[in-house]
């Protein structure tokens, strides 16, 4: 997972209680606690660049975007995280406080270190949340973009966007320029 893994046992209410002393933000699974280490410049572009837009375009509407200090619980994991950027839209998100409970989308940016953690087990983990309808995984150093839809079966569908194609968001409405994604961030050599 490329972070550090804390080795304690302890309840969900009991990781609330005590990651808020924290100096470091903590992912929480099943009781193992991870550390959060920093993230690349690129990384930050990237999440920002989405959160920005995200936050124009649902200006005066219910639903919200909200970038990586905000926690997301997924009950039925028994976990926490801290994903680079999501969408609620649930009013009971509205009159949360510490954490979210009901995405409607969650985006993550890759690192070499998460990669295979972020495609896997903590996708599955996301796919619990049944608000849930989209998420979206970009490659930075590559500049890809993979989009997960969940269609009206409940199955996810795999779409990889081509360079330049606009990253359509349909559980908010919302089209995203990937020229915008990745402003500031260096285009990579070609292989």
């Known amino acids: 997972m490329g972070k ?14 005590w990651e808020i002393l924290q100096d470091d933000r903590y992912e929480f699974v099943g009781g193992e606690l991870f550390c959060h280490s920093g993230a690349r410049k ?5 999440a920002g660049n989405i959160f920005g837009a995200l936050h124009t375009f649902l200006k005066g509407s219910p639903c919200k975007a909200f970038i990586s200090e905000m926690k997301l619980q997924v009950t039925a994991a028994d ?3 801290y994903p680079d950027v999501m969408v609620s839209c649930d009013e009971r998100d509205a009159r949360a406080d510490l954490q979210l409970e009901h995405p409607c989308l969650i985006v993550e940016v890759l690192s070499d270190s998460t990669a295979a953690y972020d ?6 983990y996301y796919r619990l949340i049944p608000e849930l309808r989209e998420y979206v995984v970009i490659e930075p150093g590559r500049q890809r973009i993979y989009r997960y839809l969940k269609n009206r079966e409940g199955d996810w569908l795999l779409r990889d966007l081509l360079p330049g194609e606009p990253l359509s968001l349909s559980s908010v409405g919302c089209a995203i320029g990937q020229d915008d994604i990745f402003e500031g961030v260096p285009v990579p050599e070609a292989v």
Request: aromatic residues 14%; without cysteine.
């Open 4 to 17: 550090g893994t804390v080795k304690m046992t302890m309840t969900p209410d009991e990781f609330l209680g």
């Open 42 to 46: 690129s990384h930050n572009l990237v």
């Open 79 to 81: 976990a926490f995280f």
């Open 119 to 124: 495609l896997g087990r903590k996708f599955e």
